[in-house]
C-alpha cells in the first residue's frame, strides 16, 4: 500500500500525525474523507511542556523515528508507526537551557546536530555501547558553546549554523 504521513507540532506539546492511506489522484480531486486518512496523536503522557518547534522524520538503524525539538528544551525521539506501543516516546534528551531552534539528523553519519536559544549547538550522536537495544539512544559528542559570531538570539541565524551541517 502507498501511504504517506504529515506531522504536526502543536503549542501546548503534542503532536499529531496524519497517515494517507490512497495517493488516487481521484481521491485527491473529491477532497478529503474521513477513509482517505487516520489521525494518531502521540503519547500524550510524554508529550512536549512547551511549543513544539521542530520535526525531523527519518530512519535510524532501520527504525522509522520522529525526532522533535520544543520550547521546553528537550529532545525527544519517538516510534509514531509502532500502535502496540501507542506511539511511545523511547528518549528524551536533555542538554540544551533554552529553545530548541532547529536541528538535523545525519544519516551516513548517525549525528544529530542541535541548536538552541542558550547559544549552544550541540552533537549527539548513536551510542554503540547500547547496540542491544531495541531503539537507538543519543548521547552527546560535542558542544559548540556561543556558536554565534554575533551576540544576538536570533532563531535565523542559529538555524543557518546547523543547515552547514546539511547533507546536501
Given at each position: 500500500?502507498?501511504?504517506?504521513?504529515?506531522?504536526?507540532?502543536?503549542?501546548?506539546?503534542?503532536?499529531?500525525?496524519?497517515?494517507?492511506?490512497?495517493?488516487?489522484?481521484?481521491?485527491?480531486?473529491?477532497?478529503?474523507s474521513d477513509r482517505d486518512h487516520e489521525?494518531?496523536?502521540?503519547?500524550?503522557?510524554?508529550?512536549?511542556?512547551?511549543?513544539?518547534?521542530?520535526?525531523?522524520?527519518?530512519?535510524?538503524?532501520?527504525?522509522?523515528?520522529?525526532?522533535?525539538?520544543?520550547?521546553?528544551?528537550?529532545?525527544?525521539?519517538?516510534?509514531?508507526?509502532?500502535?502496540?506501543?501507542?506511539?511511545?516516546?523511547?528518549?528524551?534528551?536533555?542538554?540544551?537551557?533554552?529553545?530548541?531552534?532547529?536541528?538535523?539528523?545525519?544519516?551516513?553519519?548517525?549525528?544529530?546536530?542541535?541548536?538552541?536559544?542558550?547559544?549552544?549547538?550541540?552533537?549527539?550522536?548513536?551510542?554503540?555501547?547500547?547496540?542491544?537495544?531495541?531503539?537507538?539512544?543519543?548521547?552527546?559528542?560535542?558542544?559548540?558553546?556561543?556558536?554565534?559570531?554575533?551576540?544576538?538570539?536570533?532563531?535565523?541565524?542559529?538555524?543557518?549554523?546547523?543547515q552547514c551541517f546539511d547533507k546536501k
Open positions: 500500500m502507498n501511504t504517506s504521513y504529515m506531522f504536526a507540532g502543536f503549542s501546548n506539546g503534542k503532536i499529531v500525525f496524519y497517515r494517507k492511506k490512497h495517493q488516487d489522484p481521484k481521491s485527491m480531486l473529491d477532497g478529503p489521525t494518531v496523536t502521540l503519547d500524550s503522557q510524554n508529550s512536549h511542556k512547551g511549543d513544539v518547534r521542530k520535526l525531523i522524520f527519518t530512519r535510524i538503524e532501520g527504525l522509522e523515528v520522529l525526532i522533535s525539538g520544543s520550547a521546553d528544551s528537550t529532545i525527544k525521539l519517538w516510534e509514531p508507526m509502532n500502535q502496540k506501543t501507542n506511539s511511545r516516546c523511547f528518549q528524551t534528551i536533555i542538554g540544551h537551557a533554552g529553545t530548541i531552534l532547529d536541528m538535523i539528523y545525519l544519516e551516513k553519519v548517525q549525528l544529530l546536530v542541535t541548536s538552541s536559544t542558550d547559544n549552544t549547538m550541540k552533537i549527539w550522536r548513536v551510542d554503540k555501547a547500547r547496540n542491544l537495544l531495541l531503539y537507538p539512544w543519543f548521547v552527546q559528542f560535542q558542544q559548540i558553546t556561543e556558536f554565534s559570531s554575533v551576540k544576538s538570539q536570533s532563531a535565523l541565524e542559529a538555524s543557518v549554523w546547523v
